[in-house]
């Protein structure tokens, strides 16, 4: 969760634009710790 409130600052996205930026950017979910398999709904 850290993470991804980290990048949200770098990026200065909202919370909508950050879901949407984790769901198509292969590398924000690495970093994030997402694994492939995960998904969010």
Do not use: I, T
């Not at 769901?23 to 969010?40: E, I, M, T, Y």
């Amino acid at each position: 969760m850290v993470r991804v409130l980290l990048v949200q600052q770098l990026f200065n996205l909202s919370d909508e634009q950050m879901e949407c930026q984790l769901l198509d950017r292969l590398s924000f979910q690495r970093f994030v710790g997402l694994s492939s398999s995960s998904q969010l709904a």
